[in-house]
């Protein structure tokens, strides 16, 4: 384990105690403790039975240091409310170059049955049904998507990391982008020249990335708790 999940740990411990996922966080220091599963849709995959409703959770990873994006998506009567927040920049103490960044920027936006078909079609473009690819390693200083999506009592799980096809190809980004309403400029994907994950401690400690690992339908939690 690295250590800043190790710093990760410790500071939820003391800062928070043991805080559920039970929705989006809107400080940086109180994502800390109920990131990973948050990250997971633990959450949404207890609630997800027969008869409930449905809902999706999309999570961008544009660089941990510098923004994370969350849109949760509830269907309605005309289509969808989809809420939204916006993290970062900031470091696992939430100093981010203007000083103390503790909150998290939100939005909310009503999307017609229209727009919502749009979103949809783009989900199934990109293959967010399809398997997961089990076993990666999403770091924390790369770009990539997470879904948690409960439909009909089933729950879906999927990641998208770039720099591989799948994260290039997917579309339903751009849906969402286009559908933003918090003001902070997208922190879009860009080249990385980034050092191996297993290839030894970093110069900079403080910037060695922390990872999770996608499993069959969500992430493997256990082994940060």
């Known amino acids: 384990m690295s250590k800043v999940v190790r710093l990760v740990s410790l500071g939820?411990?003391?800062l928070l105690?043991?805080?559920?996922a039970n929705g989006p966080i809107s400080s940086n220091?109180?994502?800390l403790?109920?990131?990973f599963p948050y990250l997971s849709g633990d959450d949404i995959k207890k609630a997800c039975a027969a008869g409930g409703p449905d809902r999706i959770r999309f999570v961008y990873n544009a660089i941990w240091t510098e923004q994370v994006r969350a849109y949760e998506l509830k269907y309605t009567s005309y289509g969808a409310q989809v809420d939204q927040w916006v993290w970062g920049p900031g470091t696992l103490l939430a100093f981010g170059p203007e000083g103390n960044n503790l909150e998290a920027t939100k939005a909310s936006i009503g999307i017609d049955k229209r727009r919502l078909a749009a979103l949809e079609k783009a989900m199934a473009e990109s293959d967010v049904a399809g398997p997961a690819p089990k076993g990666e390693f999403l770091r924390s200083d790369n770009f990539y998507w997470v879904v948690s999506i409960c439909r009909a009592g089933v729950f879906h799980f999927n990641a998208f990391q770039a720099p591989d096809a799948r994260?290039?190809?997917a579309s339903f980004p751009?849906?969402?982008f286009e559908a933003d309403r918090t003001g902070v400029a997208i922190n879009r994907p860009r080249r990385l020249d980034l050092d191996?994950?297993?290839g030894g401690p970093h110069p900079d400690d403080s910037l060695q990335p922390f990872t999770v690992?996608?499993?069959t339908n969500g992430l493997d939690v256990a082994r940060f708790e």
Do not use: I, M, T, Y
């Not at 105690?17 to 559920?20: D, Y």
């Open 12 to 14: 939820a411990a003391l």
């Open 17 to 20: 105690g043991a805080c559920a």
């Open 29 to 31: 220091l109180g994502r």
């Open 33 to 35: 403790a109920s990131w």
């Open 167 to 169: 994260f290039a190809k």
């Open 174 to 176: 751009e849906q969402l």
């Open 196 to 198: 191996p994950l297993f």
């Open 213 to 215: 690992q996608v499993d």
